[in-house]
């Protein structure tokens, strides 16, 4: 019994090594960036960057659609162009309520904006499972 986890264990990480080394690094870059008061726009960037051209994101994808039955359809809602257009639009009010002096209040709406996004996927993942 224990030679066929350590075998499952090995071959889940060689196929995920690449994923499982880029998320040490991005840790251990960010950890570092703050131990040295690198400036957080800076480790932001280069943990985006980083994160595109290492496949990442795909990574955390996959696993997440690993999830019986739910992980398919949270993954499927997560890449609708409309729940990003959504967000998208929630930063971009969110800068201009700034600009304008609404700081205290953006506070309450990007909470809003969240709760939102969360029930439209749980709202999808219901309505696929019904």
């Known amino acids: ?5 350590f075998i499952k264990t090995s071959i889940f990480f060689r196929k995920n090594s690449a ?3 880029s998320w040490i690094i991005i840790l251990v870059a ?5 131990i040295f008061h690198i400036d957080k726009k800076i480790i932001t960037i280069l943990v985006l960057l980083f994160g595109i051209l290492g496949n990442v994101y795909l ?3 996959s ?4 999830i019986p039955i739910f992980g398919p ?5 997560l890449s ?3 729940f990003w257009l959504i967000n998208a639009f929630g930063y971009y009010v969110s800068v201009l309520a700034i600009k304008k002096g609404y700081k205290k209040d953006i506070l309450n709406y990007r909470v809003i904006t969240i709760i939102f ?9 219901i309505a696929r499972l019904i």
């Open 80 to 82: 609708l162009p409309i």
């Open 30 to 34: 960010i950890v570092i960036g703050l």
């Open 63 to 66: 696993a997440i659609a690993l």
């Open 117 to 125: 996004l969360v029930g439209f996927t749980l709202g999808f993942v």
């Open 73 to 77: 359809l949270i993954v499927k809602v």
């Open 1 to 5: 019994m224990k030679n066929k986890f």
């Open 59 to 61: 990574g955390i994808a």
């Open 19 to 21: 994923t499982i080394l």
